[in-house]
Each structure stands twice: as structure tokens, then as C-alpha cells.
């Protein structure tokens, strides 16, 4: 069913490909004229007061957004460039998927790239806690923009992206990884099967790994004794519950914007839930901080010395975006690898070298984030006037880069849905050779100076994990493949048929 969905995916593009390039190359003043205007743009047609909005409603074309056929729906009916105009206060979007525009859209952005998205959070931060008492210039890297964002991820960038810093961890997060072994094989049932859930297991090795890194102690996430309403527990609650409904409020047009809805109430008092635990946390870590021996100085302490605000500010974010993100990936991993033995095997043979470089685990993980993205796409909202593919986009539109699906279409990815992490390291004479896909077609921690700032840190701890455990367990799925769904980010929903056997 998916081949024939691509298929004319690919024979519009084709169609399209001459007058494609010809868009592109004219967004100069000369040749602005004969740019078609916003109205112009293809997307859903809109009905007199309602616009757009039935077919996002239960009986429309798109009313599943969580699942994610439904944007190749989306780009399979209206082409790579679709409008959605705005609805309920929220800003008119455009989804594209021609790898050209975006490049264009991220290389011209200002100094100050907006990222929209968790306009919740933003609200929050900046509005509700004031009314509450609590004022602060910078509130964070998710929810600021401009200068205040700036100035902040100045402070920040020298202490987190150094990779001195960072390989500080490698040792404390082998020790998680391995912890977590320990705590799988105790909870094995007679068929090498997890007695619990095992999406919630991956949110406690990520907790305890990024906690780790944010805080420099360990949380201790993975003790069995951990009590089901210890702040560990909670915090992780609270992230899933973060990421899962903000999509509802941030994405789907609702009208807490208007309206002080059930699901805004919902959304605020798990905003304010997160404060309350990542503040227990971090006072946490600035207590260890005075029984601290050696002399290596962490990314809280670092951040502590230059400023004690954008520390706590900064382990926040961390606590955010470091978890689902992490651990989603580490099960899709662990998916693929699993329904790929000769793969696995090959892993395995690799980390059993010892060998201090591991291409095919690195190759692994990215191959796993082109095929099962955590993350489906990025956004930007455009400080400017551009020219796109033959039409004129306004200044204060959102566009969403539609990541996965192009990442999915043979064009691009040769053989687009296997796994063959071997594309990573093919040589340029390869048609697998992942150069020759345009560079912005996939980008998984996003780009430019807005780009993921935990992305070494999330490479550190996945590669380390993943490592463990295929070097500790044969990895086996069975039945039908799992669900992915869509929220802010893209959850693999269970059963989860894993076996995990000990290697011999
Ligand atoms: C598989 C794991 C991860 C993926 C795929 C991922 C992906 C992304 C992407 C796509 C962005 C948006 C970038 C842009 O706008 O260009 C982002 C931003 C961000 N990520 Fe990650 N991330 C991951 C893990 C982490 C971890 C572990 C942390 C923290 C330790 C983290 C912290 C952040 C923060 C704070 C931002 C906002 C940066 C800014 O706006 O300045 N992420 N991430």
C-alpha cells in the first residue's frame, strides 16, 4: 500500500522537477512578479467562516495527525510546498517538502531563528508563572526567541557543545547502561521477555542518563525499590504527559488561546508539576556539588560558575528535551536491530572488538533516526519575505520541514524502506551512498545556531547504551510490527514483543 502512495508521490515530482529548479533560482526582485501569491499555494479548500478546519475534524481527510501516513497523505495529494491557513488565532502554516526551499528557508534565516512549536511552554514561562510571582528575562531555549534567546544560548553553547565536557560522562553513563542491564535481566519472565513496560523502562534509563549529565549525580532511576510516586517517577510522568498533550494544544487548533480550555488547565498544571520536580532535582545536584572530590568540573558546576540562573534554566531544558527523545530512539534501534539479525550480529561483532572507533553502531543510529525519526520534522517561522517554488511566502509563517516523509521517498534514500545502515558508509561510487541525497532532505538534530544542543550528549548515551545491550543480549521481535505515533514527538506504542536472550 505504501509503495503505490509513493509512487505518485514520485511521478509528481518528476512532473514537477524542470519548473522546481526554475522556482527556486528566481527569487530575485527581477523575477518577483510573476511569483504567485499566498492564496495561490495548494493545500485542503476552505469553506466560507470554518476555512480549512473540517478536515482536521473527526470525519476529514486529516483528522488523524497523530498518525503519521497522514502528512505523506498531505504531500501525496498537494504536492511539496501546502498551505493551511490560519485557524483559532493560530499562525497560517506550510508544510514543504522540497529539500531546495528548505535549504533556502535555514541558510537566510536572521541571527535570531524562531523555532515554532511549544507555544504552551512559551505561554507558561513567560505569561502564567508571572502572573504567579516568578519573572525572569530568559526563560529557556525551547520557549525563548530573539535576543533574549541569543544571549542565552551564548552563555550556554561554550559549555555544552564542548566535546572535552562532554566525553567527562563516559564513563558515569557506562555504568547507567550497565545498571540497566542489570535491571532488565532481573525482570526477565521465563520467555526472556520484560514483566514491565518497556517504553516506561527506556524513560527511566534516559532520565537517569540525562539527569546524570544535567546534574552530575546519578538520580537513581533504575533502583527496583523506587517507589511509584518518587519524584523519578513523576518527573518522567510528567514528560510524556508534557509531550503528548502539548501537541493537542500546540499543533491541533484549539481554542485555549481564546478560552481558558480543560486541556489548557491540563497542559498548565503539568508545566507547573515539571518546575516543581526539575527544581528538587537540581537542588540536588548543587547539594552533591559540596562533597564533590575531583577536580573535572561538569556542565551544572561550569554553568553554576558563570551563571547561576542559566544553570538551573539550562538542567531544566535538559530534563525536557533529553528524555523521550533519547529513549524513543533507543527502542526504534532496538526494533530494526532486532528485525534485522545479520545486522545485529554484525553490531555485535564490532563492539566485541573493543576497538576504539565503532562506524556500523554510529551508521546503526542514524539509519534508525532516517527510518524511525523521533522527531518527525523541524519548523521555522519566517522573519522574512521568501520566494518558494513560484510563490511568495509572507513574513510571520510557520513552515514545517517535512524530514521523515522526504527521508522516506527512493529519490532521495535509495530503497528508502529497509534498513541498511551500511548507506552511512558506503563509498561515493555506491548508489546507497548517502551523499547523493540532497543534505537537507535529512537533519535530525535540526540546523544552523538553533540546532540541538544535547545532540553530542544524546549520541554519548544512545551509542553507549545500544552498545551494552547487544553486546549483552540477542534481541529478538515478533508479531506485527509496532505503531508509531504522533505527538510533538513520534512515540513507538506497544505491545512491545521483545525477547531479549543473554549472549552466550
Ligand atoms: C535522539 C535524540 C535527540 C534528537 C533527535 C533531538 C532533536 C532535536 C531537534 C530536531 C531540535 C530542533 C533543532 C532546530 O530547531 O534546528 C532540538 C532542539 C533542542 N534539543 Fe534535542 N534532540 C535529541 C536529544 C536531546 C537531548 C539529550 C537534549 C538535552 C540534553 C536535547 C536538548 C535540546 C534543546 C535544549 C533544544 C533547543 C535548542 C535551541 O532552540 O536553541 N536534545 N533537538
Not at 510546498?81 to 536572521?110: A, H, Q, T, W
Not at 537537507?440 to 538534530?445: A, G, S, T
Request: charged share 25%; glycine share 4%; net charge positive.
Amino acid at each position: 500500500m505504501q509503495k503505490s502512495k509513493f509512487k505518485s508521490l514520485f511521478n509528481l515530482a518528476t512532473v514537477n522537477k524542470n519548473w522546481i529548479r526554475t522556482a527556486t533560482e528566481t527569487g530575485t526582485a527581477a523575477s518577483s512578479q510573476n511569483l504567485k501569491p499566498w492564496k495561490e499555494i495548494p493545500g485542503p479548500p476552505s469553506l466560507p467562516f470554518i476555512g480549512q478546519l473540517h478536515h482536521f475534524m473527526s470525519a476529514g481527510a486529516f483528522s488523524d495527525m497523530r498518525d503519521p501516513l497522514t502528512t505523506m497523505k498531505l504531500i501525496e495529494k498537494y504536492g511539496p510546498i501546502i498551505r493551511l491557513d490560519s485557524m483559532f488565532g493560530k499562525r497560517p502554516l506550510l508544510f514543504l517538502s522540497d529539500p531546495e526551499s528548505i535549504e533556502i528557508v535555514l541558510r537566510n534565516e536572521n541571527n535570531y531563528p524562531i523555532r515554532p512549536g511549544f507555544e504552551s511552554l512559551e505561554y507558561y514561562r513567560k505569561d502564567y508563572r508571572k502572573n504567579k510571582g516568578i519573572k525572569f528575562r530568559a526563560t529557556g531555549l525551547i520557549s525563548d526567541h530573539g535576543e533574549v534567546w541569543q544571549e542565552f544560548r551564548s552563555i550556554v553553547n561554550p559549555v555544552m557543545l564542548q566535546p572535552k565536557t562532554i566525553k567527562l560522562y563516559t564513563k558515569v553513563l557506562d555504568e547507567v547502561a550497565l545498571d540497566m542491564i542489570t535491571r532488565m535481566r532481573a525482570n526477565r519472565d521465563e520467555y526472556n521477555m520484560l514483566t514491565k513496560e518497556l517504553d516506561k523502562e527506556m524513560n527511566l534509563w534516559a532520565l537517569e542518563s540525562t539527569g546524570t549529565v544535567a546534574l552530575g549525580l546519578r538520580l537513581n532511576c533504575l533502583d527496583p525499590n523506587l517507589p511509584a510516586n518518587s519524584p523519578e517517577w513523576q518527573l518522567i510522568q510528567c514528560v510524556h504527559e508534557l509531550f503528548t498533550t502539548s501537541n493537542q494544544i500546540d499543533f491541533i487548533p484549539n481554542l485555549w488561546r481564546l478560552i481558558p480550555t480543560p486541556l489548557y488547565r491540563k497542559v498548565m498544571r503539568a508545566y507547573e508539576s515539571h518546575d516543581r520536580l526539575t527544581k528538587y532535582f537540581i537542588k540536588k545536584g548543587k547539594d552533591n556539588l559540596k562533597y564533590k572530590t575531583d577536580t573535572e568540573k561538569g556542565i551544572l558546576e561550569k554553568l553554576l560558575e558563570i551563571n547561576e540562573e542559566a544553570a538551573h534554566i539550562m538542567a531544566s531544558d535538559m530534563l525536557f528535551a533529553g528524555v523521550d527523545t533519547a529513549s524513543n530512539t533507543v527502542m526504534a534501534t532496538l526494533y530494526l536491530l532486532a528485525k534485522h539479525q545479520k545486522k545485529q550480529n554484525l553490531l555485535r561483532e564490532e563492539i566485541m572488538s573493543n576497538s576504539e572507533r565503532r562506524p556500523y553502531l554510529r551508521a546503526c543510529m542514524k539509519e534508525s533516526l532516517r527510518l524511525m525519526p523521533v522527531v518527525a520534522g523541524n519548523a521555522r517561522r519566517t522573519t522574512k519575505v521568501f520566494h518558494l517554488l513560484g510563490y511568495e511566502i509572507p513574513k510571520g509563517v510557520d513552515i514545517i520541514f517535512a524530514h521523515r516523509e522526504m527521508a522516506m521517498m527512493e529519490k532521495h534514500f535509495p530503497r528508502p524502506n529497509e534498513y541498511i545502515p551500511e548507506r552511512w558508509l558506503a563509498a561515493k561510487d555506491d548508489p546507497l551512498y548517502y551523499g547523493n541525497a540532497h543534505p537537507f532532505v535529512y537533519v535530525p538534530f535540526g540546523f544552523g545556531a538553533r540546532a540541538c544542543i544535547g545532540r553530542r550528549i544524546a549520541e554519548l548515551e544512545m551509542d553507549t547504551f545500544i552498545a551494552r545491550l547487544i553486546e549483552n543480549f540477542q534481541v529478538y521481535w515478533f508479531g506485527p510490527p509496532p505503531k508509531t505515533v504522533q505527538h510533538s514527538l513520534n512515540y513507538m506504542k506497544g505491545p512491545y514483543n521483545f525477547v531479549f536472550k543473554d549472549v552466550k
